[in-house]
């Protein structure tokens, strides 16, 4: 069970942060980050309901409960349709070449997520609509942003951070294979 491919992830976030996990996959992030953090800290989305048994089992296999969510995190905070594969354990934000069928699935919108949460570190794995969500004004209380990019969707980091971060307060710290970890300076 992994997601994130950065060993440097778990410096990342530390003991009493909250955090916000978008697109919580399988559970593995979200149990990392509690598992740092503190179980009470971490609030994990993930839109694809079909994995949420998934997801529960590896929390109890892990004796670790962080709070989950399961629904979409989008801008606006509308219902978005997106294909879904049958043979891979992932929610797709946009097509491949894959056999998907399409599923319309409820979602918060980003910026109430934020507000209510007040969380210091964000991290998502998104499929390219990190573009979308990271333009939101209310990150004031977030420090830390990890997101896994995908480079046939998203230019990479100054994309990110050239025209999609509102606060110039952010910084890219490090980038390893598809993980970028963006900093408050």
Not at 6 to 19: H, I, K, N, Q, S
Not at 46 to 59: C, F, K, M, V
Not at 93 to 122: E, G, H, N, W, Y
């Amino acid at each position: 069970m992994g997601r994130l491919n950065a060993p440097w992830f778990d410096t990342r976030c530390v003991l009493g942060e909250y955090v916000l996990d978008i697109d919580g996959g399988i559970g593995f992030v979200g149990l990392l980050c509690a598992k740092i953090a503190g179980q009470r800290r971490v609030v994990s989305y993930a839109a694809d309901q079909s994995l949420e048994p998934i997801i529960r089992a590896n929390y109890a296999q892990n004796a670790i409960t962080p709070a989950l969510r399961m629904k979409a995190v989008m801008a606006d905070g509308g219902p978005i349709t997106f294909p879904v594969a049958e043979n891979v354990v992932a929610s797709l934000m946009q097509a491949r070449d894959i056999v998907a069928r399409d599923v319309t699935f409820d979602s918060d919108p980003f910026q109430t997520v934020l507000r209510k949460l007040r969380p210091d570190v964000v991290v998502m794995d998104r499929d390219g609509a990190e573009t979308a969500l990271l333009p939101c004004p209310a990150l004031a209380s977030v420090h830390s942003v990890v997101v896994e990019v995908y480079p046939h969707i998203v230019e990479g980091t100054a994309t990110l951070l050239g025209h999609n971060l509102p606060d110039p307060g952010f910084e890219c710290r490090q980038e390893m294979r598809r993980d970028v970890w963006m900093e408050r300076k």
